[in-house]
């Protein structure tokens, strides 16, 4: 079974409970199996950047799942990531894809984070992914995360967000919500585990990777905001909901936000 409570996240190479605790952003394999499955949001971002006319900054980007579609289209995208190893599976995933092809798209991979790295009103859209979001713990860190979005767009951009419904597939606190094998090359078959860990009124989902053959685990600690904390955010922020690029079912929820004019 999965790990219990009293984990921590690891960049580096920890020892908790005999099990090896490692970040999946430095295992693009292991990144790209698990996120194979994750289209429901392509369509949507497509639209959006057609819309939009170029160019496009996806924050997070990582193997360029994202990306490389938005490319494909012949969109400009600047892809940002703090992980030097996923954005160099992007870089060569993009070069594969436009090999012999007419598409007049670039991708530009950029070390770093979006709240250093990009300048300002020069984005038409910018793009937080699944999951991005969700690596902000505190209501002044996602305030401040979009209020550096909102920098980077042009006046009349927009900013389009990918999130989970919170409450929506998940498990009491403890109980395992969902397995999800995957076969990753010489790897072998993994298992995925997911857990909900609540805190105070925070609500967090902690997910397990177990890779059996090497004994070890990553973690991801992930909060699940809701709908109202991220129009109240980007209110802070000095976004304004994009009510017609906005939609919301059962489990996901894609935001969108307009930049009125420049900070």
């Not at 170029?54 to 995208?77: K, Y």
């Not at 999130?163 to 109980?175: C, I, L, N, S, T």
């Not at 991801?220 to 909901?241: E, F, N, T």
Request: proline share 4%.
């Amino acid at each position: 079974m999965g790990p219990g409570r009293g984990w921590r996240v690891a960049r580096e190479w920890v020892v908790c409970q005999d099990i090896r605790v490692q970040s999946l952003y430095d295992f693009p394999d292991i990144y790209d199996a698990f996120h194979a499955d994750v289209t429901e949001d392509l369509g949507y971002f497509r639209r959006l950047a057609r819309c939009s006319g170029g160019p496009v900054v996806e924050a997070g980007c990582g193997t360029g799942r994202v990306a490389s579609v938005l490319v494909r289209d012949g969109c400009t995208v600047f892809g940002i990531d703090r992980s030097e190893v996923l954005l160099a599976r992007a870089s060569d995933r993009i070069s594969r894809a436009l090999a012999g092809s007419d598409a007049p798209g670039r991708f530009e991979a950029i070390h770093g984070d979006v709240r250093d790295c990009v300048a300002p009103a020069s984005a038409a859209l910018v793009i937080l992914p699944l999951h991005f979001c969700a690596h902000v713990h505190s209501m002044p860190e996602l305030e401040d995360l979009l209020r550096c979005v909102r920098r980077a767009c042009r006046p009349g951009g927009r900013v389009a967000l990918h999130g989970f419904v919170r409450g929506a597939g998940v498990a009491a606190d403890g109980e395992l919500a969902h397995r999800k094998t995957v076969r990753v090359g010489a790897e072998g078959e993994s298992e995925w585990y997911e857990t909900r860990v609540l805190s105070g009124d925070i609500e967090e989902l902690v997910w397990y990777l177990q890779t059996p053959r090497d004994d070890y685990t990553f973690e991801l600690k992930l909060r699940i905001w809701s709908v109202d904390q991220y129009v109240q955010a980007a209110a802070a922020a000095g976004l304004v909901p994009d009510k017609s690029w906005s939609q919301v079912d059962d489990e996901n929820m894609f935001l969108c936000f307009s930049c009125t004019s420049p900070e």
